[in-house]
Every structure is written in C-alpha cells, then in structure tokens.
C-alpha cells in the first residue's frame, strides 16, 4: 500500500505533510499502533533519542515488511550529545536501535549550546549527513534569531526543516516569515494543541460543514499551508485513521480565516532549561 498524503519539497527534501508523532508513546504501544499508522497509509515517522521508543519503531518497521526507502524516519539529537565526537556517536546508537543505516531527517533538538556556541554542533550535524547517516538535517525549537545563525552558519539551502510547536493556538507568524525566505519547511508539532483542539466548537463547527471532526479541522488547517508538515500522536487506533483522512476536502478561505483567529500565543512547550527565549 502506497502513502496518499501529499510530499512537501524544499531544500532537497521531499516529505510527507503528515507523519505520526510517538512522544510518549511508550515501546508496547509502538508495536500496535505503527502497523495500524502504516496501513492507514502513514509513510513519515517522528522520534527522538529522548522519547525512549526508537528500538520498538525500528523493530515494528522491520515486522511490518513496508521497504525501508518507503518510509520518511526522524529523529532528533539530545543535547548531551551535542560535543561533535558525541554526536556522530550518538547517532550511530540511533540507527543502531532503528534497525537502518541512515535516517531521512536528523534534527538538534534543543538550541543549548556551551561556551563555544551552536557552530561545532552544526559542523557535526553536517558531519553525520556528509558520511551518509542522514539524508537531511534540520533544528528544531530555535527562535528566530538563533535560526538566522544556523542558516548562516550551514549555508542556504543546507537546513531542510524546524519543527516547532505549531496549532491553531499559537500562529507562529513571524517565525513562519522566515522560515518561508529560506525555504524551510515547517514541521508543526503539537498540532492538536495536546488534544485541545478537541473540544473546539468553532473547529467542529467548520468541520461539521464538510463531514470532518475538530481534530481533522485543526490538522487540515495546518498542512493546507505552504510548507507546513504535521506530526500528531496517538496511541489510539482509531485516532491515527482519523488524523490521515484529511487530505480529501479543503477550507474554504473564510475558514482558513476564522480559525486563523483562533490564535491566542498558547504554547504548551517550554521546559526549563531548553525552550530559548521566544519571538511571541
Ligand atoms: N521537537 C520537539 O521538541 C517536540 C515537542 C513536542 C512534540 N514533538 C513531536 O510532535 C508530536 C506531536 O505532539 P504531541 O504528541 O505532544 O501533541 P499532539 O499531537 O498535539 O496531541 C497528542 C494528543 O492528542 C490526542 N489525539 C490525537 N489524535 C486525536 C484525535 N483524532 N481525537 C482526539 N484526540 C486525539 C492524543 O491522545 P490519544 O493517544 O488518546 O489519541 C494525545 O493525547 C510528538 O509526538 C513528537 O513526535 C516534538
């Protein structure tokens, strides 16, 4: 069975606008729900050294039988392992537990850097993408000025995404803006808002005009941008079946408008001692 859901290229990338989170979805989890995502037609998957879950991904992908280059794997590098030896070290345990020799996407998942700045980690995470471990890299959680550098500092062209928080809640505009001038994509995570969007009546208002429900809305919403890719989790089977059945109706502009609306600078991510100072 192949994907339906649109790719989004960018900076060498071409990427499924809709992969399946696993941020605390523990291992036993994984091994039933990744076979329900691949059969629904999920070809992305998002991880992380910290989830704790990237044995049982690898593990439920080498089961599924679904051809490794069919499928679009993230994961992300966790500050401690930032010293460049540590990094290319830490990846390698990544692709280890992955069961593959390379991911599609490796990204810094924090900007925490020491003394000497963000510049000897990016070298080492262009390091792990020259000797092949990943296709592409990208950063993840960098505010504006911090993504200026990285762009500065790897060259145009060279990052591929950020993935931030991203949801009906919070607009992320201006970050948005200069994302779009460097033609990176922007990975949204959270985009249900940790299931706030739920219980939306504005959501499941609109979505009751085209059959859909207030998660679907908030997800259409999302990918239905330039360059926006989204990533939500579930442990639940029917939940991942609904989040992929997205990509068969569009807001119309007045929608798209009045959930644009709905955004009010909610950020649900911001743990102390990683979450830079924010653009909003
Ligand atoms: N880079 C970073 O620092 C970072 C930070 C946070 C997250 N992420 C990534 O982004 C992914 C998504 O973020 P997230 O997991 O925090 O939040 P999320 O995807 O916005 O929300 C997940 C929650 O929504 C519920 N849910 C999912 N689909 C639903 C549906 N159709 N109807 C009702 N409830 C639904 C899930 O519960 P059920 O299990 O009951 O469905 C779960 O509680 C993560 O898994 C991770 O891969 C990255």
Redesign the pocket.
């Known amino acids: 069975m192949t994907s339906d859901v649109p790719g989004i290229a960018a900076n060498g990338l071409n990427m499924p606008a809709l992969g399946l989170?696993?941020?605390?979805?523990a291992p036993e989890t994984i091994a039933e729900i990744v076979p329900v995502a691949l059969d629904a037609g999920y070809r992305h998957i998002?991880?992380?050294q910290i989830y704790g879950n990237e044995e049982a991904i690898g593990q439920a992908l080498v089961d599924s039988g679904v051809d490794r280059s069919e499928v679009f794997l993230t994961t992300?590098v966790w500050p401690e392992h930032y010293a460049p030896n540590d990094l290319l070290a830490s990846v390698r345990q990544s692709l280890e537990r992955l069961k593959t020799d390379y991911v599609d996407l490796l990204?810094l998942?924090?900007p925490v850097f020491g003394g000497r700045g963000m510049n000897p980690t990016l070298e080492a995470l262009l390091r792990a993408r020259a000797d092949g471990l990943a296709r592409h890299v990208g950063i993840?959680?960098f505010n504006i000025d911090q993504t200026e550098q990285a762009v500065a500092f790897c060259g145009p062209g060279t990052l591929a995404t950020s993935?931030v928080?991203f949801?009906v809640y919070l607009g992320q505009e201006r970050l948005k803006r200069v994302l779009a001038r460097h033609n990176l994509v922007l990975t949204a995570?959270?985009?249900?808002?940790?299931?706030h969007s739920?219980n939306d009546p504005v959501l499941w208002e609109i979505g009751a005009q085209y059959g859909k429900?207030a998660?679907?809305v908030a997800l259409r919403w999302l990918v239905e941008q330039d360059r926006v890719a989204a990533?939500?989790?579930?442990?639940?089977p029917h939940?991942a079946r609904?989040?992929i059945d997205i990509f068969d109706f569009a807001l119309s502009a007045e929608d798209q408008t009045r959930i644009a609306r709905l955004a009010r600078g909610m950020r649900l991510?911001q743990p102390d001692g990683l979450a830079p100072q924010w653009d909003d």
């Open positions: 989170g696993t941020w605390q979805i998002d991880t992380a992300k990204l998942h924090w993840s959680n993935q928080e949801h995570y959270m985009p249900l808002a940790k299931a739920v429900t998660p679907q990533i939500p989790a579930t442990s639940n939940h609904a989040n991510c």
